[in-house]
Structure formats: C-alpha cells, structure tokens
C-alpha cells in the first residue's frame, strides 16, 4: 500500500511544483481582473438600473417602460481621421464591442417596451455619397453608398440582434415591442442648409418617416426633424446671428429643406389627434356614438355614397388627455448660463456654439415654433441629444415649466469618462370618456412621467486597470528575476538529474525499510528478514539466476545490441516508456538552467499566453 501511494506522489509532487510558481499566481490573478473588467463591471452597472430600484408608482400600476439611446456614432474614417493603423482599427472594434455588449445588457435585463434613438447613429454618415452627391470634403468623396451600406448593416448588429431576442410583446405594451432609429441627427444628415437631399432620402428610406406622431404608453411622442428645420433660422458661425425666420434669403434658398417639417408641425395637432382616437378604438375598444344615431336607412345610404363625399361626422378629441413629449435630436435654445444640474461631467452648460455642420442648440425663433404648434401646455417633457453629455432644464419661458433633458451619448468615445442611456417610466391611466370629449376645461396631467440616467461602465477606466496591473505584473516578474539565482539552479539540476525519473522498488524498499525498522525499536514485530528476502528490484530476478536461459531466442540479444549507446543507460527506470520519449526528457534535464535574462521571457510568457488566450476567449464569446 505505502510502494502504491508513493508511487502515486512522485509525480504529483512534480506537478505541484511547477503549478505553484510566480507565473501561476499572475495568470489566476488576471483571469479574475479580465473577468471583472469584461464581464462584472457591466453586469453590475446595469443592475443597479432595474426598474423596480428607482420606480416610485402605486403598487397596481403596470407602467410602460422606454429606453432612450443617444448619439451611439459609430466610429468610422470620420471619427479620427489622422489616427494610424492599427490604433484605428482597435478603436472600432472597442467602441463597437462595448455598444454592443452594454446595449445587449440592457435588453435582456430591463426589457423596455420602446426603444427610440435620439439621432446621431453614425458619425460620418452625411460624408458618404450617394449616385447623385458627395461629400464637401475632398478626403472624404471616395465613400459612397457601399460604404453607407456597411455602416448600416454594422449599426443593425450592433442594435437590432439584442433587440430581437426573447419576446415581442410585454405587460407594458400587448401589442407589441417597439424600436424606432427615423429621429435624424446632424451627423447622419448634415445641418441645416448643408443638408443634402439624396443623403436625407436615404436616410429616410432606411429609417422611417423623420416626422412622426406615436402612441407610446398613453403618451404622444412627437418625433421633429430639427436638424433639417433649422434650415429656416441657422446662426451664421462667422457672425454669430441667426437668418431672421423664413423671410430671410438664406432661409428662402434652403426651403425644401425646412418646409416639409413646418407643414408636418403645422398638421401635428390633427395627426394627434387621429393616433389618440385610433389608439383608444383599438386598445381601449371605444366606439364613437354618433354613427348609431343614424336611421337605418341613412346609414345604408351613407354607405353607398361614394367615400369622396361621404359627411364625416367631426369626432371631438381632446389630445390634453395624452401628454407629449417631443423627442428632438438637438436641444431647444436655452441662455449660455442655464446651469444643466449635478450629473453633467464637463462645465455647468450647454455652450451656444456653431460651426460646420452643426448647431449646439436650436434659436429661439424655431424653439418657439416648435412648442407654438405642440401646445406649451399639453408638452410634458423634452428629449434631445448632440451635446453627449447629460443636460437637465426646465424651460421658463414656455407655460407649464417644460422640463427638457439631453440625454448622455451611449458610446465611450464620444469626450465623456461614463457613456449612459435615459430610462423614462410612463404611467398614465387614461380615462377615455374624457379623452373623447371636447371640454376645454380638461388639464394635461403632469405627474406621469419618472425619469433615471442610467451609467454604463468607465470603459478608460478599465484600460487604466490594466495598464497597472501590466506593470505590477512586470515589476512582480523581474524581481523575481532578480532573485533566480542560476548556480542553486545547477545544483538542484544535478540532483534530480541524479535521481531516477521515476520511483523504484529500491528507493522504495529502503522507505519502508526506515519505517520499519522504526517500528521494531519501538517494540513492534517486524517482517523485515521476509521483505529482505524479497527485495530484488522492480522486475529483477536473483543473482544465482542471472545467468542466459540456453532457451533464449538469439533475436533478443542482437535488440539488445542493436540499441544506440546513447540510450543504454535508459531502461532502469522508464517503466517501459518509449526510448525516443526518455531520450528527449533526459536532454531535456541535462540542459544548464537558464540565465536570468531567459528566466524572466519564460516566465513572462507562462504568464502572457493563458491570460491572452482567455481574453480572447471572452471578447469571441461576446
């Protein structure tokens, strides 16, 4: 038993002494480091987003939960355009790797029944041509419509692949999950009058209407193209002035641009109107009584009138019953001091700045144009991005105080150290047979919507982790580097090149001999004269035996002399091992130990190519 156990020992007492080393310390640390900055870090960031952590609504409210996502801007040949390769290319796929793995996070953990983009998607989107423009720029006319293709189809993986996943439909919204990206910003259109046309019907072809009206969670979210109506009043970046409205020249010239949001802004109050009615005969199963109030006969003749002329009964609906909210991609004029409040990472306002192809905030003249046609007093509350830093106001020129928030840009390379996203609670339990009515004495509730910026991970942060522990990791190695010493090295060679690779009956035997002779001292029986009888060595036979059988074939002989002389000595103890395997490892264990120069690669090699292997294992399993 005791021959059995120590067989057993020898080798893993080799194995213990190769895995309990420097570089095995540093590869179990820098698994758990990459493991929390990868993994973690991100999980607990969204964690603490939960709804049901910040949410403060009655018990029986089953509210309609909305995810704002600002200002994504995939990284392209615009985004650093003097940047070398492959700094270039590692920027892509990072800032890709974390919109991707923190948008991902945030649909299988939060489920929102909407999720509205706020513009900005791509970053250079209004450089690339189409078959009938081209950038302004020289350096950047060689993209076109193929390179816009893969920008789209690298934001559809990016956003659309998490989006799909589990199931369409929720408490919130029975009729399904939505998704909407058509809110335009001025990097995918441009700005004002240097929108081009072709670039913004592409835009819309792929994306949906720029203007919009929809029902989301008992509210009417009003979707404004502000980009492209900032066309009417653009401020002059040389003079600092805006155009003066829709009567100036510049604002003439550029009227295909501006006119089709106005007229959409002027027909909004109708538009509402047709989604809140049609929202409250589908969802809320209303059904106007005044079709009923007809005679049969009436009826049968109204509906053999042909449609053009058919009366249509005027159905009074009151919008005030659904609040708005206006989703803009560029925020509403405010003063250059309006402080934005606690959570904004650079200065205390949003600066009135303009220059190529963008505007930091909207003029008065097109923000009053905007609240005049919305109804100041039915507005609830303001969404806009471009500035990508978190912004919160309440507008006191407007009636009711309209709160506006600028939500924070979701990607890490965007100028902010915490990229986050705009978490909107909504509950609004509508009474229908006030939001089918004309009494004009019906007040917009204001207490419906909660809001909480939700922060994603410091991904420069976590660099700056690395980088530290690279050097600890470097410091720890060449210490230790510094304390190899290669003679002691030699010596312990010496002596386990010495000892037999593997145990044998006699190292064994002289083990138990030591145990029980100990045994006999202290007053045991012993067998020892039987073990000597039988203490021949593993495999061997007596002396007086050992001579050559007469009945031996002759070919085992001419084997045995076949053999190099560089092998004869393996045989003792290689337990039947191949020859050409114990000839390596003997070479192997009589090489001199290593300097200390190639101590410190080989170490940092252990360490290195575990850790690089593992990460690489968690970026591909992303």
């Known amino acids: 038993m005791k021959s059995n156990a120590l067989l057993a020992q020898a080798p893993f007492s080799r194995i213990k002494s190769r895995l309990l080393t420097i570089s095995t310390a540093l590869v179990v640390f820098w698994v758990f480091l990459v493991l929390w900055g990868e993994r973690r870090t991100f999980e607990q960031s969204v964690s603490q987003c939960l709804w049901q952590q910040w949410e403060s609504w009655p018990a029986y409210a089953r509210p309609h939960h909305v995810l704002l996502v600002a200002d994504p801007q995939l990284v392209d040949p615009h985004t650093y355009p003097g940047r070398p390769w492959p700094l270039s290319s590692l920027t892509v796929l990072y800032t890709d790797l974390y919109l991707r793995r923190s948008y991902r996070l945030l649909q299988e953990n939060l489920r929102p029944d909407a999720t509205l983009f706020l513009g900005d998607l791509f970053d250079g989107g209004r450089e690339w041509g189409t078959t009938e423009s081209q950038s302004p720029e020289k350096r950047y006319r060689k993209y076109g419509t193929r390179f816009w293709l893969k920008e789209y189809v690298r934001f559809s993986k990016i956003f659309l692949r998490s989006w799909y996943k589990g199931s369409s439909v929720s408490t919130g919204e029975p009729t399904g999950r939505r998704l909407l990206a058509s809110l335009p910003g001025n990097h995918d259109l441009g700005f004002a009058a240097g929108i081009q046309m072709p670039v913004k019907e592409r835009f819309d072809a792929y994306f949906g209407p720029l203007n919009r009206v929809d029902i989301i969670g008992n509210h009417s979210f009003v979707h404004l193209d502000t980009v492209s109506l900032s066309a009417m009043d653009q401020v002059d970046p040389k003079t600092g002035s805006s155009g003066q409205g829709d009567g100036s020249a510049a604002a003439t010239a550029s009227s295909h641009i501006w006119k089709p949001v106005e007229e959409f802004l002027e027909s909004a109050k109708s538009v509402r109107a047709k989604a809140i009615q049609h929202t409250c005969e589908t969802r809320f199963d209303w059904r106007s009584s005044i079709p009923h109030t007809f005679d049969p006969e009436v009826r049968r003749a109204r509906d053999n009138f042909p449609q053009e002329h058919t009366p249509n ?194 190292s064994l035997h002289s083990h138990e001999s030591r145990s029980n002779s100990s045994c006999v001292q202290n007053g045991g029986t012993s067998h020892l004269s039987t073990r000597k009888q039988s203490s021949y060595g593993y495999g061997q036979i007596p002396a007086s035996s050992r001579t050559s059988s007469p009945s031996k074939p002759p070919y085992i002989d001419h084997a045995r002399n076949a053999v190099p002389l560089e092998h004869e000595d393996v045989g003792s103890d290689d337990w039947g091992m191949p020859r050409e395997i114990m000839a390596k490892i003997r070479r192997r264990r009589n090489q001199p130990p290593p300097t200390r120069l190639l101590y410190l690669r080989r170490e940092m090699w252990r360490t290195a190519w575990p850790v690089l292997v593992f990460y690489i294992w968690l970026l591909w399993n992303e």
């Open 313 to 506: 009964p005027q159905t009074l609906v009151t919008s005030s019953q659904f609040p708005t909210i206006v989703l803009s991609h560029v925020p509403l004029y405010r003063s250059g001091e309006a402080n934005c409040g606690p959570m904004r990472e650079r200065g205390s306002a949003i600066p009135l700045q303009a220059g190529y192809q963008y505007q930091n905030v909207l003029t008065p003249l097109v923000s009053h144009d905007i609240v005049k046609h919305l109804t100041a007093e039915e507005i609830t509350m303001i969404y806009s991005g471009d500035d990508h830093d978190y912004c919160e106001i309440d507008h006191n020129e407007f009636t009711g105080r309209i709160k506006e928030i600028t939500v924070k840009s979701m990607s890490w390379a965007m100028g902010i150290r915490k990229p986050g996203v705009q978490l909107v609670s909504l509950w609004n339990p509508v009474d229908v047979s006030k939001a089918m009515s004309d009494d004009p004495n019906l007040s917009t509730p204001r207490d419906t919507v909660q809001n909480h910026m939700c922060l994603l991970p410091d991904q420069l942060s976590i660099f700056i982790r690395y980088l530290q522990v690279l050097g600890l990791t470097l410091f720890v190695l060449l210490a230790a580097a510094i304390r190899y010493n290669p003679s002691a090295a030699l010596a312990a060679a010496q002596h386990e090149k010495d000892e037999p690779l593997l145990p044998t009956t006699q």
